[in-house]
Structures are given as structure tokens and as C-alpha cells.
């Protein structure tokens, strides 16, 4: 079965960094990936998004991580890199990597209703 497949979780000091990485399993079609996060007790919320069509340019930063993470895609092939900056605590959850394929009606964003491919999940502590 098609998934997308997470590396590069792990603890870390606030103030400290990691990257995520994301690939997706087998080949399959898909336009626009996204990482999603998921903590204890809260609802999984978007974090980042790329459209892989366009110049693989980002289409979607989540406010309160916008100028600590950036999202990219590797040049010659399909894995994409969450680069986490400036952790903070509550920056601790299950990171998911998800793939999807957006048509007229959808938008690469944070609606995780609009992928179908999704990883097992990759876990990010921040300690204070």
C-alpha cells in the first residue's frame, strides 16, 4: 500500500533544530505534500505544505511556525525536508508526513482531509 515514510524525529533543547524528511513509499501521483502535527489531548493541525508541481514552492506555512520552519524539496528527487528551527515546547507531537493530489476544487494546505497518503508518524520533543 501506498504511504509516505517520516525520518529524522528525536529530542531536542529549545532553541535547537532538526529536519524532518518525508518520501513517499512506492510511485504514486500525487501534487502537493504536507507535514501535520499532532500533540496529546489536541487536534492534528497543518504545519507546512508544498506544492511538488510548481516549482516545488512552499504553499502553506502555519502562523506559528512561520520564520522557524521551512519546507523544501530535495532537487533530484522526491523527498521533502521540514527544517525546524528555534524549537519550542510546545512544539512537541507527532510530526505525519501526507501526500495528496489537489484538483480545481482543493488547495495545497492544511486541510488534512485533502490527502490520502499518509506516513506513520515521526516524534519531535522539545525540552525547556
Known amino acids: 500500500q501506498a504511504q509516505m515514510v517520516e525520518s529524522g524525529g528525536g529530542s531536542v533543547q529549545a532553541g535547537g533544530s532538526l529536519r524532518l524528511s518525508c518520501a513517499p513509499s512506492?510511485?504514486?501521483?500525487?501534487?502537493?505534500v504536507g507535514w501535520f502535527r499532532q500533540a496529546p489531548g489536541k487536534e492534528r493541525e497543518g504545519v507546512a505544505a508544498?506544492?511538488?508541481?510548481?516549482?516545488?514552492?512552499?504553499?502553506y506555512i502555519a502562523d506559528s511556525v512561520k520564520g522557524r520552519f521551512t519546507i523544501t524539496q530535495h532537487p533530484a528527487n522526491s523527498t521533502v525536508y521540514l527544517q525546524m528551527n528555534n524549537l519550542k515546547p510546545e512544539d512537541t507531537a507527532m510530526y505525519y508526513c501526507a501526500a495528496g493530489y489537489m484538483d480545481g476544487g482543493s488547495v495545497c494546505g492544511s486541510d488534512s482531509a485533502d490527502f490520502g497518503y499518509w506516513g506513520q508518524g515521526t516524534q519531535v520533543t522539545v525540552s525547556s
Open positions: 508544498l506544492s511538488t508541481y510548481y516549482s516545488a514552492t512552499a504553499a
Open positions: 512506492q510511485d504514486f501521483s500525487y501534487n502537493c
